[in-house]
């Protein structure tokens, strides 16, 4: 089954927030401990860009199917970016106020993910 009427992932609201997600986490983990460099920084950018990695590809597939599976890599990198997030606040990286935007957009992408596909596997 052919998956949406959407022409592009670009489209799609959840990946804007996604790319602003991804941006706010690159900026939020500048000023963490050099030292973190390979550690948490990289672990919480490389979940941060998945997450509207995930919903390009997953769009960019041709079954409804794989969509929603790609959504739900899309929705385990948001949980693991909340959970490194955090870490990272109980570790003194950053302050909550400093990480708030990102918790919004997080809590966000999540809703947006699960109704994109509960909406998705009500077509299959």
């Known amino acids: 089954m052919k998956t949406n009427t959407t022409r592009s992932y670009k489209d ?10 991804a941006k ?10 050099s ?3 390979f550690g948490i920084v990289a672990q919480m950018r490389r979940a941060a860009v998945s997450v509207p990695s995930n ?10 199917g794989e969509f929603i599976q790609f959504l739900s890599h899309a929705e385990g990198s ?8 955090i870490l990272s606040i109980e ?7 400093t990480a708030d935007a990102a918790f919004v957009l997080i809590d966000e992408i999540r809703r947006m993910l ?5 909406k998705l596997a009500t077509r299959e």
């Open 12 to 21: 799609l609201v959840v990946w804007q927030k996604g790319i602003a997600l």
């Open 24 to 33: 706010l986490v690159y900026g939020l983990t500048r000023s963490f401990p």
């Open 35 to 37: 030292e973190e460099k």
């Open 55 to 64: 919903i390009a590809e997953g769009q960019a597939r041709r079954t409804t």
């Open 78 to 85: 948001v949980a693991e970016l909340d959970t490194q997030l």
């Open 91 to 97: 570790l003194k990286f950053c302050s909550s106020a």
């Open 114 to 118: 699960n109704a994109l596909r509960r």
